[in-house]
Structure formats: C-alpha cells, structure tokens
C-alpha cells in the first residue's frame, strides 16, 4: 500500500488504497462504495467519478453514510482533500467504531487521484480556500469599520474570579495595501459595560469604579485610540490560525505605548470584511495601577492582576 503519511494516519486500524489500486478496481466494476468527506459545495465541483458525498465534518455524517450504505459489511472507499488532511482518516475511524468492517481511505485524496491522471467530475483546480493559502484578500483602498457590528471584549480577574464585559468603537477605519494594512480605530471608553454582574446590585458599583481615576479615568479621557502602522501577512498561514501580525499604539488613559498581536482577518458572506485578535495586555503600562502588587503593598482583598485578556472583532466595508 506505500508509506504512511503522519498528517493522514491518525489510526493503525485505517486501511489505505492507492490511487492505482482503486482505479484497478473501478476497471473490474467492483462492488465498492466511494464516498467523498468533503463539503458539498467542493463535492459539486469536482469529485471522483462515481462517489457520493457525506461531509465529515457535519454531526450527521454516520446518518448520511447509513443512507448510502445500510449494509456495514459493504467496502467502503472514503477519500478527502489531500495528504495533508486527516478528512477520510477521521471518517474512517469513525466508521470503524460504529461497526462497519470494511472501510479504505484513499491515500493522498483527490489531489493524489489528479496527479495520477486519473479522470475527474467537474474542475481540475485546487478550490478557492486552498489556492489563497490562508490570505485575505480584498480591493485595495480605504474601508470604514461598522461601530454597530464590531465589538471589543474584557476579561479582568483576580484571586476570586473575574469580570467580563465589552467596549464600543466609536469610529475606525483600514487602509487596505497589497501586503500591508493599516488603520486607525477610537473606542469609546464611556460605553464600558459587564457582562456577568447583570441583574446584580453590585454591577452599576463595578461600572463606575472602572470608569473612575482608579482605571480608566473616563470623565478625563473618554477615548482611547489604537494608531496601526501596519498589518503584515504571516507565512504561509493555515485558515484556523491568525494571517496578520498587527503592529502599532494604544493611546489609553493619556498614555500612548505601543502594542503587537496577531490578528485574524477574512470575508464574511456578504463581502465584508472581519479582523478578530485576542490578546493580553498589561494595563499598567498605561498608568492603570490599582490593585497592582506591584506598586501598592497589602492590598488584601483589593489585589487586581495585571494583566486584562482582550477580544476584538471588527466587521468592515
């Protein structure tokens, strides 16, 4: 059967065919079932001739294959994307465990079938998600963030628990570059809520505190900004990691020092655009110093960590 491949042999009890052998095995009209694990949309643009489709990824993929083949002792052939997905490996190991007694992956997927020469339903093209390899691409030029779509998350803790809540953005804007993105975003520090006192007495307490000169001082600096001098790709990302590297700085409570994050940015459906980036920031580099050990000692129950975990999403157009 070859070699095994690390990305595609997540199971000893997987068994593998080559390309040639299942092209053998068309040829003699052998009973088989092929089954193609990819998505539907992929599927319907090319796939190998003869297969049905149960994605792998979806909850009801043991349901789609039980409607293919009701029979558990029928040969099952699975085949994914490449050799670099663990798509019908992950089917076939599923398959195992319910029962089905014999189950084959196809080796290297149908990108192995194509560079085989062997023939193909549909488009003999790698789908658009592969061919982008993880970058964002869009028109190039100024785009306006929309405050009402985007959001900026807090998480702030100490010793007993901690505290999440959310930040508007008042105004932002990118300026989209080939292979560079920058922009400037201004957050409304006076729109600071929480989240998981609601309905509790002490919520409106919290809120006035972290609006108070203890934290971020909003009667005096009601605005903070974040100035991004640029945004570069990172290499060769996967889709499921961050693509940028966002560099730049947060001027916050009348203090400006400079901040870099990854950040992940791609098209929604309608053609806008999303950066999402979760981060840690230390708050007393902007002269945020309560309840830091740091500069206060026996604090007791008034202990603030340091560090404050930030959530941003950004919807553009």
Not at 136 to 144: L, P
Request: proline fraction near 6%.
């Amino acid at each position: 059967m070859g070699e095994s491949n690390p990305m595609e042999e997540s199971s000893a009890e997987v068994q593998w065919v080559e390309p040639r052998q299942l092209r053998e095995w068309q040829r003699q009209e052998r009973p088989l079932i092929l089954i193609d694990t990819l998505p539907k949309e992929i599927f319907d643009w090319r796939s190998i001739p003869g297969a049905q489709n149960a994605c792998v990824y979806e909850v009801t993929f043991p349901q789609q294959v039980a409607a293919i083949v009701p029979d558990k002792d029928k040969q099952i052939i699975l085949y994914g994307s490449s050799g670099a997905s663990r798509d019908a490996g992950t089917g076939a190991e599923k398959l195992l465990r319910l029962g089905y007694t014999n189950v084959f992956a196809l080796r290297g997927g149908v990108a192995a079938w194509i560079d085989s020469g062997y023939p193909l339903r549909g488009e003999d093209v790698i789908p658009p998600e592969r061919s982008v390899l993880g970058q964002f691409r869009v028109e190039e030029g100024v785009h306006r963030v929309d405050p009402e779509k985007s959001v900026i998350f807090w998480t702030g803790r100490n010793a007993n628990g901690k505290h999440v809540g959310t930040l508007k953005l008042s105004k932002g804007e990118v300026r989209l570059e080939k292979n560079n993105i920058e922009g400037s975003f201004e957050i409304d520090m006076t729109s600071i809520k929480n989240i998981d006192l609601e309905g509790d007495p002490l919520q409106p307490v919290l809120i006035s505190h972290l609006m108070s000169d203890d934290f971020f001082f909003a009667k005096l600096f009601p605005k903070a900004v974040f100035s991004m001098r640029s945004a570069r790709p990172t290499a060769s990302p996967a889709l499921s990691l961050p693509n940028f590297l966002a560099e730049g700085t947060l001027e916050l409570r009348g203090v400006r020092a400079d901040l870099t994050f990854p950040v992940t940015v791609g098209r929604l459906s309608d053609g806008s655009f999303s950066a999402e980036a979760h981060f840690d920031i230390d708050r007393t580099r902007w002269n945020i110093l309560y309840g830091s050990s740091r500069f206060f000692e026996h604090l007791g129950m008034h202990l603030v960590y340091d560090l404050i975990s930030i959530e941003i999403k950004l919807v553009g157009r």
